[in-house]
């Protein structure tokens, strides 16, 4: 079973940037479907962003532009770049990974069977 691990959390202001970070253990994230959700209070978790094993990505409409996924497969680690960022985009971010390549075709919670237990940020206007 899988092992991921988020960090680089924080607070920011508006308009300033984070970068998360996720690292890995028990399979190779080159041949998973991995990803972002975010989770803001009293809210329903949200997918942010995914990136197939073959490197295709896909944005939840919201982050477009602003943010940035990447992965270094030698490190085995996941990464989340955020410019610009809004209030709005504060909340528990969760690294997600799953086997299956279909995962990544669509935002959704159900598709990720592997949770990290994620990290917070914090953005004031």
């Known amino acids: 079973q899988g092992h991921l691990v988020e960090s680089g959390g924080g607070s920011a202001q508006a308009g300033g940037s984070l970068r998360l970070s996720c690292v890995v253990s028990?399979?190779?994230?080159?041949?998973?479907?991995m990803g972002w959700f975010r989770q803001a209070p009293g809210k329903d978790d949200e997918g942010v962003t995914v990136v197939g094993s073959d490197g295709r990505v896909k944005y939840a409409d919201s982050v477009k532009v602003r943010f940035t996924i990447s992965k270094d497969n030698a490190r085995n680690t996941l990464y989340l770049e955020m410019n610009n960022l809004k209030a709005e985009d504060s909340g528990r971010y969760y690294c997600v990974a799953d086997p299956w390549a279909g995962a990544c075709l669509h935002l959704q919670r159900g598709n990720f069977g592997l949770w990290g237990k994620g990290t917070q940020v914090t953005v004031s206007s």
């Open positions: 028990g399979f190779t994230i080159s041949t998973y479907c």
